[in-house]
């Protein structure tokens, strides 16, 4: 079972950092992505990391402000979010796949219940 916790109200410009804790698996088993959804949209990706956390991709919207890391010793996954923007606000959902494949949400296999980020101006 996948946790995301860290969410919150933040202004425009801030930080917040979000842990994906896993429970019953070990998460080195899995690559693990961040993914979003906000009100009227679809579910989107954000930032995805490898099983043993040499490799990282980004949705573009959010390169050179979030980072997503791992430490597999923990069971526990994180997205770093800098200079949050208002567009970033939405719910924030962990989920990982044991088979390689792309970043689509259709691709990971195990979703955790997502943490609400809110981003005021």
């Known amino acids: 079972q996948l946790q995301a916790s860290g969410g919150g109200l933040v202004q425009a410009g801030g930080s917040l950092r979000l842990s994906c804790a896993a429970s019953?698996?070990?998460?080195?088993?899995?690559?693990m992505g961040w993914f979003r959804q906000a009100p009227g949209k679809e579910r989107e990706f954000v930032a995805g990391?490898?099983?043993?956390?040499?490799?990282?991709d980004y949705a573009d919207i959010v390169k050179g402000r979030f980072t997503i890391s791992r430490d597999n010793a923990k069971n526990t996954v994180y997205l770093q979010m800098n200079s949050l923007k208002r567009e970033d606000t939405a719910v924030y959902y962990c989920?990982?796949?044991?088979?390689?494949?792309?970043?689509?949400?259709?691709?990971?296999?195990?979703w955790g219940k997502g943490t609400q980020v809110t981003v005021s101006s």
């Open positions: 989920a990982g796949s044991r088979a390689d494949g792309g970043w689509r949400p259709t691709a990971m296999d195990n």
């Open positions: 019953g698996r070990t998460l080195s088993s899995y690559r």
């Open positions: 990391i490898s099983r043993r956390g040499g490799s990282t």
